[in-house]
């Protein structure tokens, strides 16, 4: 059976909003890091909230995880995450670079933020799969908070 790996940074950090957006269940391969890329909340959403996304930056990186999907869900899983882009990254991990594909957005704007329901998604899922605090209050900041309530 034919499997691909996926980076997810965002909500599907979160076991659960993972599995839910998949038939079959994915396998955590490690922690991963995307250099030369940033966090921000500037998909837009239909309600008017913002949606997590990632952007092209010098000097960051992204903290994420890397799971080993089936390719029988690629389409499944593409159609949960409408108006990003799927492309393949070269993420840093232990065991060596991996290429995985991760959700872009060319869609972005301004002076958005997230629903509390959905960075408190996030912050669930990094700390399920350790990601560092001090990444993780970073995606507080970005999403206008200033601790996890």
């Known amino acids: 059976m034919d499997k691909f790996y996926y980076f997810g940074y965002a909500s599907n950090l979160d076991t659960k909003t993972l599995e839910g957006r998949l038939r079959k269940k994915p396998v955590k391969i490690s922690l991963g890091v995307l250099p030369h890329f940033g966090f921000r909340f500037n998909y837009p959403n239909p309600d008017g909230s913002a949606r997590a996304n990632i952007v092209p930056s010098p000097n960051e990186s992204v903290y994420g ?78 999403a206008g908070k200033i601790e996890s309530e």
């Not at 991996?98 to 704007?109: K, L, Y």
């Open 65 to 142: 995880i890397i799971f080993e999907i089936s390719e029988e869900d690629r389409g499944y899983f593409l159609n949960s995450e409408p108006g990003y882009e799927f492309v393949k990254v070269p993420v840093f991990s232990k065991k060596g670079s991996i290429e995985a594909f991760t959700f872009i957005s060319q869609n972005t704007q301004v002076g958005i933020f997230p629903t509390d329901t959905y960075w408190k998604t996030i912050y669930r899922g990094g700390k399920e799969n350790g990601i560092p605090n001090t990444y993780l209050s970073q995606i507080l900041n970005r």
